[in-house]
């Protein structure tokens, strides 16, 4: 993974897209209908993967399970 300032940009706009989206779901704004469940493993899934994405351009060790 290229780990140069515009792709970290990049990625970074990705994981505050996605954070955005989880929370939408979680808490949806006043006239947005309530996800299925469906679309919240996907804004689970999505907002996962972007923060693997930036962990691993920024070369950080992912964390060890007790």
Avoid: H
């Avoid at 996605?18 to 947005?32: C, F, H, S, T, V």
């Avoid at 309530?34 to 689970?44: M, N, S, V």
């Amino acid at each position: 993974m290229s780990r140069s300032s515009d792709a970290r940009a990049l990625l970074k706009l990705a994981w505050e897209a996605a954070w955005e989206r989880l929370g939408n779901a979680l808490q949806p704004p006043p006239g947005y209908p309530e996800p299925t469940a469906e679309q919240l493993q996907e804004c689970f899934r999505v907002a996962r993967e972007q923060l693997e994405n930036l962990r691993e351009a920024y070369d950080i060790e992912p964390p060890r399970n007790p």
